[in-house]
């Protein structure tokens, strides 16, 4: 490779040379492999980790992984003793568990097959999206409500669901 040398070209229709100069590039030859490492780093892997947090337009509750806020009329505003067990107590099939401007979701089914987590399957209507799952966990004072999905009902989500419960059953035990 010819670093910084001019080439020189000659057109006869034209008195003056046209002057090409090559461009000169760095010696990288002395720069480190890290310079170039572009791989995220651990915090910006747990940023990206983090579901989205809305605020609830129930006082005590925060919804994670849900674009729109919502109201959770079961959610209790007052308790005592373990949180979940008030909540799990305001729960019934048919019940409105979230409501908002476009509309209602009403409870199916739910279960808490461990004393901090709390899980809700409701009736939607999104589209063909029929059913939508929720665990609800308590902390500082707070009822988060996650979105674990929605589904229609080709996907089967009373297996789904109950296969959820199961599974954090068995979790409860191994530990």
């Excluded at 409701?122 to 063909?128: A, F």
């Excluded at 989500?157 to 296969?163: G, H, T």
């Amino acid at each position: 490779m010819r670093l910084g040398i001019s080439t020189v070209w000659s057109v006869p229709a034209i008195d003056s040379a046209i002057v090409y100069k090559e461009p000169a590039f760095p010696d990288v030859s002395d720069m480190r492999e890290e310079a170039f490492d572009v791989s995220p780093t651990m915090n910006d892997v747990i940023e990206e980790d983090k579901p989205l947090q809305v605020q609830s337009l129930t006082p005590n509750a925060i919804q994670l992984d849900w674009k729109y806020p919502v109201a959770f009329p079961c959610c209790p505003q007052t308790y005592s003793g373990n949180p979940l067990d008030a909540y799990m107590a305001n729960l019934e099939e048919g019940k409105v568990f979230s409501t908002n401007d476009w509309g209602d979701s009403t409870v199916l089914s739910f279960g808490m097959p461990k004393p901090d987590c709390l899980w809700v399957m409701c009736s939607i209507s999104i589209g063909w999206k029929t059913h939508a799952i929720t665990k609800i966990t308590f902390k500082d004072d707070i009822f988060y409500h996650e979105n674990k999905g929605v589904n229609d009902i080709g996907d089967e989500p009373e297996y789904l669901f109950k296969s959820i419960l199961k599974r954090e059953r068995r979790d409860k035990r191994m530990r």
